[in-house]
């Protein structure tokens, strides 16, 4: 198992991110709003992170878009099959990272249980 966040696990397209937000569904909790669309289970999950500026500067931005990333990364069982586009709420950066962290696992493990 490799454990590099690699260009495939990533969305970068302009016109992946507006397909996902137009047809995607939406998960929404206290501390995170993720759009998320379902593709093949065999598939790698892909990840793009979205933070506004109001969540602070941009070294408070970067730790929320690493820890998001990582627990993306190191859970790929329940990530597979899902395209999802967090949008971390403002209350995230005056969390701990492994309260951060906690809050995402407990979305995606929400997410992986959801219908299909």
């Keep these: 198992m490799s454990f590099r966040f690699s260009r495939a696990q990533r969305i970068r397209k302009r016109r992946d991110f ?3 937000y137009g047809h995607g569904q939406l998960y929404q909790d206290e501390y995170f709003r993720i ?5 093949r289970p065999t598939e790698l999950g892909r990840l793009g ?8 500067k941009a070294h408070v931005r970067n730790r929320i878009k ?3 990333r990582e627990t993306f990364r190191l859970h790929p069982q329940l990530t597979a099959g ?3 586009i967090v949008q971390p709420r403002l209350v995230v950066p005056s969390l701990e990272n492994a309260q951060i962290r906690q ?3 407990e979305a995606l493990k929400a997410l992986a249980q959801a219908a299909p």
């Excluded at 759009?35 to 593709?39: D, P, S, V």
């Design 103 to 105: 809050h995402f696992l």
């Design 49 to 56: 992170v979205s933070l506004s500026r109001k969540l602070g």
């Design 66 to 68: 690493r820890i998001i």
């Design 18 to 20: 507006e397909y996902i």
């Design 82 to 84: 899902l395209d999802l």
């Design 35 to 39: 759009f998320y669309m379902r593709t």
